[in-house]
């Protein structure tokens, strides 16, 4: 039975208090510790902001490590494409040696190419790509915001570990098999789509005033769906999503074996952020509606069940705040097409973790 830690409110003093009661047996002296976190996207305001990690920050000094914060490359075009500008990025968002005073890394490297192959053997893939920053650390501490998600309806942890510690190849391995559906006719040549478009699948027809699509090119990120004005793109509601999370499970699978030590134990601590909970992912370069703030911290060794567990509290408080006397998902409510328990159930299947937990409250 995997025992998650939970403490009410979102606050440092809160999150010191929950620190002091998890073991932390799997960190040693001079260990590197990759914190693994996301920086938040230019525009964004509801990413987790780095005053609240301080501390973490606090006990990894005294246990004389050598920690840092890190994060990939994305695939889409913007600030975080690059090591550069998503360093620059980090530190405007106050993630910074100065500030935090741990050192900022992006764990693939410049272009987002630096990565090591672990062996996995899996449906999908035998070997996935693991950021090489990630994969030389001797722990992981897995920072994860829990919030919506077009594609797997809620990213939490699964998608922290298999979509955030992987390469740029990595990701794009990953989104490959979604492409969108278009409804031209609600085109009016506003070039937002082939602006940030990575995979220059999209151009403008300037004589018909709509777009060309290249399907060949398409990455399957999803950006167009998300920044188009006029919604000519749409999730094709097949089962392309599913095939993203199961693939990204794998992925994750990949990120844990990274860190098995000689007893086959799994050197990774997840943090589950309750706080701000918007539809849409950090990755949005605009302000997010919340939709609930300041449930609580999870923490924990199993990276299914800490999942699980976010969902179950983060849906109890939904419902007995909502006042309708009706039992939603909040998920569901955000994205009603998207079935998100592939991930889970795949994650189980392949042995990435299970849904066997018990909460531990810390008052």
């Known amino acids: 039975m995997n025992k998650i830690y ?22 040693s002296k001079n260990d590197f510790v990759a914190i693994k976190t996301h920086f938040g996207e230019e525009g ?9 990690f301080r501390p973490l920050i606090k006990k990894l000094y005294k246990l004389k490590t050598n920690a840092f914060f890190t994060d990939t490359n994305t695939i889409y075009s913007g600030k975080r494409s690059n090591a550069i500008t998503h360093l620059k990025l980090a530190q405007q968002h106050s993630f910074s040696q100065e500030k935090m005073g741990v050192p900022i890394i992006i764990a693939d490297g410049l272009k987002g190419n630096d990565y090591v192959e672990v062996e996995i053997n899996q449906k999908y893939f035998k070997t996935v790509k693991v950021a090489s920053y990630i994969y030389y650390s001797n722990v992981l501490i897995c920072l994860s915001h829990f919030k919506g998600h077009m594609i797997f309806g809620f990213g939490g942890t699964i998608k922290n570990l298999g979509m955030g510690c992987t390469s740029r190849q990595g990701k794009f391995l990953l989104h490959n098999s979604l492409k969108p559906n278009l409804k031209l006719e609600r085109c009016i040549a506003c070039y937002i789509c082939t602006k940030y478009c990575p995979g220059n699948a999209l151009t403008i027809n300037c004589e018909l005033k709509t ?19 006029k919604k000519v793109f749409s999730i094709p509601w097949d089962l392309s999503y599913k095939e993203v999370q199961e693939k990204t499970a794998e992925y994750a699978l990949g990120v844990v074996k990274s860190k098995e030590n000689k ?23 605009n302000p997010q509606p919340s939709k609930l703030k300041n449930i609580g911290i999870l923490a924990g060794f199993d990276p299914v069940s800490i999942d699980y567990a976010s969902l179950k509290i983060v849906n109890e408080y939904y419902n007995r705040t909502n006042h309708n006397n009706i039992k939603e998902d909040l998920f569901k409510t955000f994205w009603p097409e998207i079935d998100y328990s592939y991930q889970l159930e795949y994650a189980k299947k392949i042995g990435l973790g299970n849904d066997k937990y018990e909460i531990i409250e810390i008052k």
């Open 263 to 285: 007893d086959s134990n799994y050197k990774i601590l997840y943090f589950s952020i309750l706080d701000n909970i918007t539809k849409d992912c950090d990755c949005m370069n």
């Open 44 to 52: 964004n305001t509801e990413y987790i902001k780095p005053d609240l």
């Open 6 to 27: 939970f403490i009410k409110t979102v606050s440092k003093e809160t999150f010191e208090k929950l620190i002091s009661n998890i073991p932390m047996n799997i960190f």
């Open 211 to 229: 777009i060309n699509f290249i399907q060949s090119n398409c990455i399957g990120c999803g950006e167009c769906i998300h920044l188009c004005p």
